[in-house]
Structure formats: C-alpha cells, structure tokens
C-alpha cells in the first residue's frame, strides 16, 4: 500500500510539472507545428527584406537630394561667371543695394543665395551682365536673320494654305456646280442634239439613287436587319452596287453604245418624272429588245422575206449580249423598284407590275 502511495504520489508530481515533460524531446512533429514553424520564418524574412527596402529609399532621396543641390549650386550663373569672366573690382562696381537687388529681380535671379554677402551677391550681378552682353554680341546678328526667315517663311506657309484653300473651294464649286446641272431632269432631246451631255447626268442620277438604296438600307431598324429578308435585301444592294461599276465606268469614259445610251436615258428620264410604267417599258426594250422574231424559215430562196428587214441594230436584246451587260441591266430594274418604293408616284397607272 506505501508503494502504490508513493507511485501515486510521483505520477501527480509529473503532472503538476508539465512544461517540463513538454521540453522532452519528441521524434515527430505536429502539421500545425511545422506550418506555424514556417510562418514565422516568412514573417521574419518579410521584415527583414522591408527593412532592407526602407533603408535603400532613403539612401536613395539622400542621393537625390544632394544630386540636386549640386545641381543648383552648378547652374547658377555666379559658378559659370567666376571662371569665365573676371569680374570688375568693387571700386569699379560700387552699386547700392536697392539698385542690385532692383536689376537681379529684372533678370529672374535670386535676390540673395545662402551665405551670400553684399559684395558677392554685386559680383554675381556683375557676371550676369557680362555674360548677356557676350551672348549677344556673338548671336545677336543670327537672332535678328534668325527671325526674319521665320517670318519669311510663315508668310509663305500663310500663302500656300490660303492657295490650298481657295484651290479646294474651287473645286468644291465646280463640283457642285456638276451635280447641280446632274439633278435636273434629264431631257430626251439630248439624245438627238448633243449625246455627250447625257453621261453625266445619267452617271450622276444612278449614283444618287444608289446612295439612297444604301442610307436606306443602314437606317433600318435593328430586328429587320437581322431576319433573313433583311439581310438578302443588303447582300442584294451591295450585289446591285457591284455590277453597276461596269456600267459606271462606260459612263465616265463616254464610250456607251448608241442605241444602249438611248434607253438608259430613258429609263432616268422617266425615274425622274415618277413614271415608272414608262420607265419599265424602256428598261424591257433595252434588256430583251422589241424585234418581232420571224417564226419558221426565213430564206426559201433567192428572195428575203420580209421580216428580215425589221430585225435592225437597235432591236438587239442588249441582255443576251454578255454576262457583264445583263448584270448591270438587272440591277437598272432593281433601282428602279427601290425608287418606286421610295418616291411612290402620283398616278397609281404608272406604277410598275
């Protein structure tokens, strides 16, 4: 029973002194334990290395603060004067003190630098006019031919925009003055007495229907631009657009056939008076033609029957002519029908089937 007693006794003594049982050493080492072991050593090399960082940055201002202090006292005058030019003796510079402070607050200078005393401050003043009069002594002449090729030359800059500008207003007037005389209504007698007047009016009314085509196009709403008629309608003007620049070309180089330029006129001509029936008219005689085609044979013999003499030039269907004539024809009846739903006529017979 004594034995048990003091076993218990020493058993209570060892937990009563846990620290000490706590330093004994263990052979394995808790997570926890190593990551707080590992935190605490970042955390001393993070203080370690902004400590190290502050101390760089203010050796660094240091740095920069005497750089700049030296620079100061380098740049200024009194620095470069001293050993440049000698200055004159006090008796031959003997100025008040109002009078320097006057004429160095006249040049930008400082009215006094740091331990600066009256003698120093009149020598500096001394070396500043010096090296003024030096300055424009040597460069004076230059400045002056300097400056009046300056101002030659802005003159002449002055000169060649005004040039520029009146050129560009000319040119402006003679195209609108060109556009102007395209707008009219294009007359059918013109066919007849002077067909070189036709090119650009027609040129100049398609081009501004087709412009219309386009703007109408853009200003339509979102939810029509994206359905699948919207879209086949853009792809059809952009399609029309492209096979008019033959067409477009011929025009501008005044080299349309006779017969075709008549019909093409035409076809303006009654767009332009919203009579669309008539303009349909021209577009079927330029597109599949007017020639009463003869049926069966047409020489038996010696003899020519008499149809034959009706087929002539101007009846020829222009669409069967090559694939670049019938697409520009095709496209002449879509502006058509885009300028009969923009400019509906007045008369509900001239609209087009």
Known sequence: MDALKAEIAVKRKALAEGPVLA???????????IERLKEERERKEREEKETREREEEECRRTKVKQASSSRVRSNTPFADASA????APESAFNISNEETVRRLRAKGQPVRLFGESDKDRRVRLRALELIEEKNSERHGGQNDFKKAL???ENVERLMRDKRAQDEAKEKGKKKEGKEAEA???????????????????????????????EEW????????????????????????????KPLFKLLRARNLPSDMLARVAEIVHHMQKRQYQKANDS?????IGNAPWPIGVTMVGIHERSAREKISADQVAHVLNDEVSRKYIQSLKRLLTFSQTKYPPDDVTQLMG
């Open 283 to 287: 577009y079927l005689r330029l597109s």
């Open 183 to 213: 707008q009219q209504v294009l007359d059918l007698e013109l066919v007849k007495t002077d067909p070189d007047k036709l090119y650009p009016i027609i040129y100049y009314a398609l081009k501004r229907t087709l412009k219309e085509w």
């Open 150 to 152: 300056e101002d030659v």
């Open 217 to 244: 196009m853009d200003e339509r709403p979102e939810s029509v631009k994206r359905t699948m008629q919207g879209k086949l309608a853009a792809a059809t003007q952009k399609q029309s657009a492209e096979y008019l």
């Open 23 to 33: 330093e004994r050493p263990t052979k394995y080492m808790r997570r926890g334990d």
């Open 84 to 87: 440049s030019a000698s200055p």
